[in-house]
């Protein structure tokens, strides 16, 4: 009988400190899930700034792109250089045509003191490049009330400008022996004839806008 009490005794301390280990080892697992719970949502805020990150990078990248169109300095430089080309003014007299001055000199001179005039007034003799060019110094010589005027062509082992540029446009009304008629003068009705360079007639200078 004391045997049996005995080992009831020794059972139920068994039990009891078997229930007290149990319950000391639940309670202790219950932090390492709410360790991992903790850890997951520790690891969720820490992806939401990547994203944040990926997006303002897209937004810089968006940026970067779209910054070249501005062009502002560009644009300001462009608009300087067309407003310098707009108002340059040309001296008392002269008429703007293009980027050159032009000066109807209706004093009759022979054609060489007709281009030492012009030339003494940093000008020289018109040149014509095309047919806009000749028609605008007809328009000028019949304004002026003429109908002829010494221009910058003379013949010398060929047709030239004595501004240097090139000969390259012919708008011949008549051609005659260049032997005897090497200075070219203009018809304000036709084209350009070759004549006598010691015909006293008026003349028409030309000058570049950057000495304007």
Known sequence: MKAVLLLTVLLSGVLAITAAAVEAVEPAQAPLELQEENQV??????????????????AEIEVGVAAPEVEAP?????????????FFACPTGWVRYKNSCYLYVSTGKSWS????????????????????????????TRRAGSTVAWMGGFYFQG??????????????????SVSSYPCIYLNARAGWSNH???????????TKSDTC
């Open 159 to 176: 047709w030239r400008w004595v501004d240097q540029s090139l000969f390259n446009y012919n708008y011949w009304n008549s051609q005659n």
């Open 74 to 86: 560009e644009k300001s430089g462009e608009m300087a250089l067309s407003v310098k080309g707009r």
């Open 196 to 206: 006598n360079c010691g015909n006293r007639w008026p003349s028409i200078c030309m």
């Open 41 to 58: 949502e520790a690891v969720e805020p820490a992806q939401a700034p990547l994203e944040l990150q990926e997006e303002n990078q897209v």
């Open 113 to 140: 003191s007709a281009a030492a005039h012009c030339d003494s007034l940093g000008a020289t003799l018109a040149s014509v490049k095309n047919v806009f060019d000749y028609s605008f110094l007809q328009d000028l």
